[in-house]
Structures are given as structure tokens and as C-alpha cells.
């Protein structure tokens, strides 16, 4: 069964750093891309970015391009989701999922950005 | 950006009523290279990850019962559900997945009259 598994998530202050990672399990993991994808607490979904199977390429959204870093570790079936520079607008629920067509979602982590 | 314009915003039902979604996007999504649609739709409950439904336009996924319906092409796109059961009441998002950076539609509620 494939799962994934979001944490990382906390309270951070604005202009403040913030780590997430994603264990996968229930799939070859170095096989696939992998996504992040927010939802704001209007509830609208955004897509983050993804990355490849080897992590060497890497796509983001614009509103979080040059904040956000995108990296994954096969050894240990883990994506990770550096956060930099965060602004209130990303206070969001962050999920990771597997594409093409994010057939499976984690349970998502909470980020808010707040002083 | 490609943006996806999803209607209505809410919409009120009774079970066993058909209930249709629209989703209309700025570009085609249509493929030239394969004649595929590069369109989903999800469905998303309270305190739940949202659930892939149908992905290129029309292709139901797997487990999911064949009152969803997809259809359309190039760049507007309709999600129906016939015979709406108590159990359907949730949110629906269509998404883009023809070009980065995707893009979803708003959400549609879907709510019991």
C-alpha cells in the first residue's frame, strides 16, 4: 500500500526557515517524481513544485521560486521541502504526492507563518 | 500561467439529483501528440487529502463508482455526477496537468439541499 508521510510542520515567524519532509513507503521510491502541493486556509489547492527521479531537476511554482528548495533523499525514500524567507501567505497545509495525476496524497503538515 | 475557471462555487443538492461541474481553462490541454486531455478532477472531504476521481478528462480511476463522470476537451471541461449520494457531499477541484506550473480550479462545494 503506498503511504506518505508529511511532518516538519510548525509555527514559524515571518522571514524565518522551515524544513518538511515526506517518508514514502509502498513504492520504489526512486522511480517516481514527486510533488508538493499547498492548501491555503481559503482551501484552494496550489502546486508547489516537483522534482525528478535522481533529484538533479527541479520545477517550482513562481509565488515560491527562489524561496523554496525541493530535495530528496532515495537512500532513505524521503522528500524534503526547505522553506526560506517565509511570508503569511504561506501559511498552508503542505502535502506531498506522487505523480503523474497525484493519485496518492499524504495526510499534509501544517505550516503557519505568524508573529 | 494556465488558469483554470471552475463554476459554480457552491451548489446545493438532493441525493438521487444529477449534478454537473464545470472547469474551463485559459489554453488547451488538449495534446497533440497523444490527443489527450491533460485534465483531473478531485475530491476532497473535511479533514481529508484529496481523492484523484477521473484523470485525463474521462478516464474514471480505479475503485471510483461510474456515477462520476468526465468529459470534454481542448479547453472546457465538465465533471457529472449522476444519482449524488449522501457520501459525495465534499468539495471538487479539476486540475491542469498539461503544463508547470499546474494549476487547479477554485473548488466547487457540493452540499445537501
Known amino acids: 500500500e503506498v503511504q506518505l508521510v508529511e511532518s516538519g510542520g510548525s509555527l514559524v515567524q515571518p522571514g524565518g526557515s522551515l524544513k518538511l519532509s515526506c517518508v514514502a513507503s509502498g513504492f520504489t521510491f526512486s522511480n517516481y517524481w514527486m510533488d508538493w502541493v499547498r492548501q491555503t486556509p481559503g482551501k484552494s489547492l496550489e502546486w508547489i513544485g516537483e522534482i525528478n527521479t535522481d533529484g538533479s531537476k527541479t520545477n517550482y511554482a513562481p509565488s515560491i521560486k527562489d524561496r523554496f528548495t525541493i530535495s530528496r533523499d532515495n537512500a532513505k525514500s524521503t522528500l524534503y521541502l526547505q522553506m526560506s524567507n517565509v511570508k503569511s501567505d504561506d501559511t498552508a497545509i503542505y502535502y506531498c504526492?506522487?505523480?503523474?495525476?497525484?493519485?496518492?496524497w499524504g495526510q499534509g503538515t501544517l505550516v503557519t507563518v505568524s508573529s | 500561467d494556465i488558469v483554470m475557471t471552475q463554476s459554480p462555487f457552491s451548489l446545493a443538492v438532493s441525493e438521487g439529483e444529477m449534478v454537473t461541474i464545470n472547469c474551463k481553462s485559459s489554453?488547451?490541454?488538449?495534446?497533440?501528440?497523444?490527443?489527450?486531455?491533460?485534465l483531473a478532477w478531485y475530491q476532497q472531504k473535511p479533514g481529508q487529502s484529496p481523492k484523484l476521481l477521473i484523470y485525463?478528462?474521462?478516464t474514471r480511476q480505479s475503485g471510483v463508482p461510474d456515477r462520476f463522470i468526465g468529459s470534454g476537451s481542448g479547453t472546457d471541461f465538465t465533471l457529472t455526477i449522476s444519482d449524488v449520494q449522501a457520501e459525495d457531499l465534499a468539495d471538487y477541484y479539476c486540475l491542469q496537468h498539461y503544463s508547470s506550473p499546474y494549476t487547479f480550479g477554485a473548488g466547487t462545494k457540493l452540499e445537501l439541499k
Open positions: 485525463y478528462a474521462s
Open positions: 504526492t506522487r505523480p503523474r495525476w497525484f493519485a496518492y
Open positions: 489554453q488547451s490541454l488538449l495534446s497533440s501528440g497523444n490527443q489527450k486531455n491533460y
